[in-house]
């Protein structure tokens, strides 16, 4: 049993020398052997091509009629908040909320060009009136964008009477319009 086992161990250790052996044959060559030039220069030609195509990978904005009514909702109703302000002259009131009109500008007509242009434009007429102190020429033009665009204030809504939203991330939850019937 003592000769078995050195004969073994003998197997053993000539296997795993032969294992470990530097090989004598040729390294295979794949199609994924090539240089540091030959890698860079395909990597530049990709890029190339992706940069030739950036129509491809154009966003939208994630436009969509949720977002067009969330614009309409929120910087709508801050635009018909103004018609006070409008009514008594105060430019200033008036000027405080620029973004208001620039957001619902951009926002409400997001996918309508022509729509976009005409709301710019009757922006353009209320701050042009607020530049030169016009009140009737504010008020003409505040009331002319207001009807063209179709702006409403929310409504107010009473839990009583209904209920205004649905969810925490609606646009109308924390406004009047955002009353929630509770249990």
Do not use: C, H, W
């Not at 009131?93 to 208001?100: D, G, L, M, P, R």
């Not at 997001?110 to 729509?115: E, I, L, Q, W």
């Not at 665009?149 to 939850?173: E, F, H, K, V």
């Amino acid at each position: 049993q003592q000769a078995n086992m050195k004969l073994v161990i003998a197997a053993l250790l000539a296997g795993s020398a032969a294992a470990f052996a530097p090989s004598t044959t040729g390294r295979t060559t794949t199609s994924l052997d090539m240089d540091r030039r030959a890698a860079f220069g395909q990597i530049g030609a990709a890029a190339a091509v992706l940069a030739g195509v950036p129509s491809v990978a154009s966003a939208d904005g994630a436009v969509s009629f949720a977002t067009i009514g969330r614009a309409r909702g929120i910087y709508g109703d801050r635009i018909a908040a103004l018609k006070s302000a409008v009514d008594a002259g105060d430019f200033a009131a008036v000027a405080a909320e620029k973004n208001a009109f620039i957001l619902f500008n951009s926002g409400a007509y997001a996918k309508d060009k022509t729509k976009k242009a005409a709301a710019i434009e009757g922006t353009n007429k209320i701050f042009a009136a607020i530049r030169s102190k016009d009140k009737a020429a504010l008020s003409s033009a505040y009331s002319s964008y207001v009807s063209t665009n179709s702006i409403n204030a929310l409504p107010t809504i009473d839990n009583d009477a209904g209920q205004g939203y649905s969810g925490d991330y609606d646009y109308r939850a924390r406004t009047k319009a955002g009353a929630i019937y509770v249990r």
